[in-house]
């Protein structure tokens, strides 16, 4: 779930389908920023700060997708995990009946007919993938 309308969709249809299966996890995958060119990396406070932010954006996300928490028709859990977004969702697909991904993201090619994680998605999850568009 970055916010891109690809991945509100995804969003809205996990929880209609949730509705049959019972609940949903809402994951947001972030990267440690690579703006210090290589000279010293994040320090741990600025690593909390990023996942608290991530964080942040998610659960904002998430609310702006399907309205505040209590008025939700099942329960949803938003997690964001720090790592290539293709692999932590290939890690949160583990176990679950169903992996739903946009088919596109923020990334920079926005003109692909499928963004490169979905496609890894559709590859490599050890679940059945649904891919909105």
Known sequence: MDGSE???????????QARV?????A????ESPTSWYGLTPPSDEEMRTYAS???????????DALGPGPGRPVPLRSTAVQGHPAAVLI??????????????GR?????????SVSMHCAQHAPCPVVVMR
Do not use: C, H
Not at 21 to 25: E, I, S, T
Not at 107 to 115: K, N
């Open 53 to 63: 932010r991530a964080q942040e954006v998610l659960d904002q996300a998430v609310e």
């Open 107 to 115: 990334g920079e090619f926005r003109e692909a007919l499928l963004g």
């Open 6 to 16: 690809p991945s509100t969709a995804a969003l809205r249809w996990a929880v209609e």
């Open 27 to 30: 994951v947001l995958a972030w």
């Open 91 to 104: 890690d949160a697909a583990a176990g679950a009946k169903m992996l739903i991904v946009g088919n596109r």
């Open 21 to 25: 299966d019972g609940g949903a996890d």
